[in-house]
């Protein structure tokens, strides 16, 4: 996993949530993955949980990720952290009741890796849950024109179309068993969420999805 970026921008990254349109992002990510979410045990993983505002938000009991930076804001928020990678995971098998992802699989080294930890981890029978800016949706193509205009934060990410998501899941045995788009509009200079579906809609901005 790539930390290096938000080490270097953390303050500037969190902030981006205080204020619109991030903070309205922020509120309907949440409401697109609380469902998928909602329903699993404890204890519940976020893997890649940065500053910890989906981890508090989704009552998720510990976050991990490497940038050192963004997990010294998420303990100010009470978050439980630590510090490592996706593709391995400090802890033993059958744990999790969920493991969640959200906006991290982009930024991945082996995304085979992180699918085959993510299973040893959970609980049997227990979900993944993803949220995941896809390439063909309009929040990738306006991120990935972001960093040619010097825009730091996804200047090294891979993003996933729904077939190279769907097939690596499907290599570590999970099988999607739920889907949630966000629709946005373009107003002011700014994508901004408009509408929260359920199900993969061909224009979503964000999608949310559980698959076990």
Known sequence: MRGAVFDAFADRYDRWYDRDPGRAWFAAEVE???????????????????????????DIDIGIDPAWQPLQLARCRGVRVLRGVAERLPFRGHVFGVVVFVVTLCFVDDLDR???????????????????????????????????????FYAKARFLTWPDLRSALSRAGFAVDGVRSILATHRQGDWRPVEVRDGLAKEAAFVALSAR
């Open 114 to 152: 992180v699918f085959a930890e993510t299973r040893r981890v959970l609980r049997p029978g227990a979900p993944i849950v993803i949220g995941v800016i896809f390439a063909e949706g309009p929040l990738g193509r306006a991120y990935r024109a972001a960093t040619e205009l010097g825009n730091p």
């Open 32 to 58: 697109a993955l609380r469902p998928f979410v909602e329903p699993t045990v404890h204890p519940r993983l976020e893997v890649g949980s940065g500053s910890g505002r989906f981890t508090a938000a989704l």
